[in-house]
């Protein structure tokens, strides 16, 4: 069974940057898809983008669109999301999934990661 683990969240400046990780362990990624969603308190689970083995991409809310870049490492087997011009409202936890094909819906992914905090100061 595959093993999701995130890193690379924590505390940081509107404006700033992060570079969220999410390695996969026990499969390859060959065929699948991954993908990254955040979730606030209180809110739904969103997606932000989904990537797959041979690179091609989907991206979610326009909130992200010019900010956030999703890449793959298939030597490493792991998923990137680059964050750039942070906003505080971009502060949630988040999580990256694995599944048969980029889908937005979060019920179509098979394996997830623990998540990973981030938060956007003012």
């Known amino acids: 069974q595959v093993q999701l683990v995130e890193s690379g969240g924590g505390l940081v400046q509107a404006g700033g940057s992060l570079r969220l990780s999410c390695s996969a362990s026990g499969r390859p990624l060959r065929n699948y898809a991954m993908a990254w969603f955040r979730q606030a308190p209180g809110m739904e689970r969103e997606f932000i983008a989904a990537i797959t083995w041979s690179g091609g991409t989907t991206y979610g809310a326009d909130s992200v669109k010019g900010r956030f870049t999703i890449s793959i490492d298939n030597a490493a087997n792991t998923v990137y999301l680059q964050m750039n011009s942070l906003k505080p409202e971009d502060t949630a936890i988040y999580y990256c999934?694995?599944?048969?094909?980029?889908?937005?819906?979060?019920?179509?992914?098979?394996?997830w990661g623990q998540g990973t905090q981030v938060t956007v100061s003012s």
């Open positions: 999934a694995l599944g048969g094909w980029a889908s937005t819906r979060p019920n179509h992914y098979e394996s």
